[in-house]
């Protein structure tokens, strides 16, 4: 296929998937609603991309961090089963919404076509396409999750996440809060 | 009672209105989204089409002229770290050519800030499903709804020369800038001086307007031009376009490519901190740089001078720079100059 037919089709494929995605935002709109509502000023919405789970990880441990930037409410978007039942772990105020990978590829496909939501934030230093956040990584000893707390999810005031703690029996949730540990060491390590 | 139900009707129509309207607003941002993607495909295509298959474009997003300065001085090392392509440069207006080609590029296109702000939608929308040549020459561009390193500007000490390095020419270091082709005996530039009836190696070029940066008042540059020429000076104003030059001074344009040998046979300047800046860096010259304290823009986390300062990017360790409040302290920068001068 020539470039001029193959770039046609990808980008007619990407305005179909911005429309779904669309739809896939007034569904989270009214998802809101009925949680109490959502508030432009002071909520937050933190999308958990699928294609990077370190980045969910991340963006659970810094839950509280949200809240106090932001001032308002945080609403948790992800696509992984567990995470309704982790979110209480790591910040119990926070909303879960409940998505699709398919549907949150959708919402990153609208995010780059179209500024709608001043307070989306995609929980990822490289997700959507064309983040560079990782090239950042090592730059005067910047570490990943300042570049993701900093840049990504515009937690303007650095703290370094503190993994709280779980004395419930749920094994999932002890392997996640393990995941996170490991995670959390990794990407505020400054040497990596 | 029939009050009543004609407040609540208003009420009624009046929610049906907004929530119409908030959903008619946002399928016209989509649908003028999807018609600005379109766009960036057609100027991707007629690139491609003058370029050829091989070619690869490296957008500057933004016109100014510190950021294509910058760029231009390490595209060259860049371009010969990647033989195999042909690496196009896009600038924005003609302006933007001028600085890109004191370089020794071998292809600059000029682009309007529309065609350049849709051929990065269309990146940024279509780049991870297919091959799209296209690498944008700055660390968040404007264009682009997913650019997140805005913020470390100035963070930790990183200066604009470091984020350049670190995030967009990674692995190149200072070492790999190319030099600039300033013009050295040009009869054009040595008759300016005559022209305006400027002294050789007494005058002072101003530079008092910027686009990014909060300017100082009308009243600074009028008790520094008198002063100025009080000490023997000749004043003059570099103006390009409309800008009107400062009362009491000559206006004078100096092309890009003559201001290293108008500023060394001027002697000194005085500028707000903007893209001139960088490319007087290393003239032998007094520099003197503005940087304002007042960060009104949000450059980053860090002040304008921590991320701008020429001494902290390694450009010139002999300007003297100074920081300046608008709002106070005025008065001490003027005497901080005639100090320097």
């Avoid at chain 1, 990504?152 to 419930?168: D, N, Q, T």
């Avoid at chain 2, 967009?168 to 790999?176: C, S």
Wanted: with cysteine; net charge positive.
């Amino acid at each position: 296929m020539d470039v001029r037919a193959e770039a046609a089709k990808v980008l007619k494929e990407r305005k179909r998937q911005a429309v779904i995605g669309w739809r896939v935002w007034r569904r989270l709109q009214k998802a809101m609603k009925a949680a109490g509502g959502f508030d432009r000023e002071r909520d937050v919405i933190v999308v958990a991309v699928p294609e990077d789970p370190d980045g969910e990880a991340l963006a659970l441990l810094h839950m509280e961090h949200f809240a106090k930037t932001y001032g308002g409410r945080v609403f948790f978007c992800s696509s992984n089963p567990l995470a309704s039942k982790l979110l209480p772990v790591f910040f119990k105020d926070a909303v879960c919404l409940a998505a699709s990978a398919e549907e949150i590829e959708a919402l990153e496909c609208l995010a780059q076509l179209v500024k709608f939501c001043g307070r989306l934030r995609f929980a990822s230093v490289s997700h959507p396409f064309g983040r560079i956040g990782e090239r950042m990584i090592g730059v005067k000893g910047i570490t990943e999750d300042e570049v993701f707390a900093i840049g990504a999810c515009s937690l303007w005031k650095y703290e370094r996440p503190v993994l709280p703690g779980y004395s419930g029996e749920n094994s999932d949730i002890r392997d996640y809060l393990k995941k996170a540990k490991r995670i959390l060491k990794e990407k505020t390590d400054e040497a990596a | 009672m029939k009050q009543r139900d004609a407040r609540e009707i208003k009420r009624f129509a009046k929610r049906i209105l907004r929530k119409g309207i908030s959903g008619f607003t946002g399928l016209r941002m989509l649908y003028a989204g999807r018609r600005f993607a379109d766009r960036g495909l057609a100027v991707y295509l007629r690139l491609r089409e003058k370029y050829g298959e091989n070619a690869r474009f490296y957008v500057n997003h933004y016109p100014g002229t510190g950021d294509i300065y910058l760029t231009s001085m390490f595209m060259p090392a860049w371009a010969k770290r990647h033989p195999d392509e042909r690496a196009v440069v896009t600038v924005i207006g003609k302006g933007g050519e001028k600085v890109a080609k004191l370089f020794p590029l071998q292809d600059v296109e000029v682009l309007s800030q529309q065609d350049t702000k849709a051929l990065i939608r269309f990146y940024e929308l279509c780049g991870d499903q297919m091959d799209i040549h296209v690498e944008i020459l700055h660390y968040h561009a404007m264009a682009m709804n997913s650019g997140i390193l805005e913020r470390f500007a100035g963070y930790k000490g990183l200066d604009f020369l470091s984020i350049y390095l670190g995030v967009v020419f990674p692995g190149l270091t200072p070492a790999d800038a190319a030099k600039p082709a300033f013009s050295e005996n040009d009869p054009a530039i040595d008759a300016l001086f005559d022209r305006y009836g400027l002294q050789r190696r007494k005058t002072v070029l101003l530079v008092p307007y910027a686009n990014t940066i909060d300017e100082m008042s009308d009243q600074f540059w009028t008790y520094l031009v008198a002063a100025l020429k009080e000490k023997g000076y000749s004043v003059c104003t570099n103006v390009s376009g409309d800008e009107e030059p400062l009362p009491g001074t000559e206006g004078v344009f100096v092309p890009y490519r003559g201001l290293r040998q108008f500023l060394e046979t001027a002697g000194v300047t005085i500028q707000l901190r903007c893209g001139l800046t960088d490319m007087i860096a290393g003239f032998d010259c007094k520099k003197i740089i503005l940087y304002p304290v007042d960060n009104f823009f949000q450059f980053g986390t860090g002040s304008l001078y921590d991320y701008f300062s020429l001494k902290n990017m390694d450009l010139s360790q002999d300007a003297v720079e100074i920081e300046f409040s608008r709002w106070k302290g005025e008065r001490l920068v003027y005497e901080r100059i005639l100090e320097a001068l």
